[in-house]
C-alpha cells in the first residue's frame, strides 16, 4: 500500500492550498476501507492531527482548522483532499496522509496504519 500525496507549497498567510492523497496497491488480505486523514508535523513539534474523513463521510476536524480546512475523498474511496483556506503561519508544517485499512477479523479502530512520505506546507510569517 502506497499513499502519494501532492499539493504542499508556499502560500502568504491567508491564502489557499489543496492537497490531495491517492491509495495505490492494497493489503494481503481481505481488507475494510475505514476512512483516510491528514496529520502534520509543524517545526520543532510532534505530528499532530488535523482532519479525517471516515468511509460514511463523517468528518472530524482539529480545533485549530475548523471553518478553514474541508477533507473529501472520491467515490472509490481510495484518494482524499484537504482544501484549505485562510492559511496562517501556524499552519506550516509536513503534512501527512494517512489511510486506517483493517482486517475483517480486527475491524475498524479508528487509527491509521498507513502513511505517505509527507508534503510541504509553508506560510512564511
Known amino acids: 500500500v502506497q499513499l502519494l500525496e501532492s499539493g504542499g507549497g508556499s502560500v502568504q498567510a491567508g491564502g489557499s492550498l489543496k492537497l490531495s492523497c491517492t491509495r495505490s496497491?492494497?493489503?494481503?488480505?481481505?481488507?475494510?476501507?475505514?476512512?483516510m486523514a491528514w496529520y502534520r508535523r509543524p517545526p520543532g513539534k510532534d505530528r499532530e492531527f488535523a482532519a479525517s474523513i471516515r468511509v460514511d463521510g463523517t468528518t472530524t476536524y482539529q480545533e485549530s482548522v475548523k471553518g478553514r480546512f474541508t477533507i473529501s475523498q472520491d467515490d472509490a474511496k481510495d484518494s482524499v483532499n484537504l482544501q484549505m483556506i485562510r492559511l496562517k503561519t501556524e499552519d506550516t508544517a509536513v503534512y501527512y496522509c494517512?489511510?486506517?485499512?483493517?482486517?475483517?477479523?480486527?475491524?475498524?479502530?479508528?487509527?491509521?496504519?498507513?502513511w505517505g512520505q509527507g508534503t510541504q506546507v509553508t506560510v512564511p510569517s
Open positions: 494517512a489511510a486506517e485499512l483493517r482486517s475483517l477479523y480486527e475491524g475498524c479502530i479508528g487509527t491509521p496504519d498507513y
Open positions: 496497491g492494497s493489503p494481503r488480505y481481505s481488507f475494510l476501507r475505514c476512512g
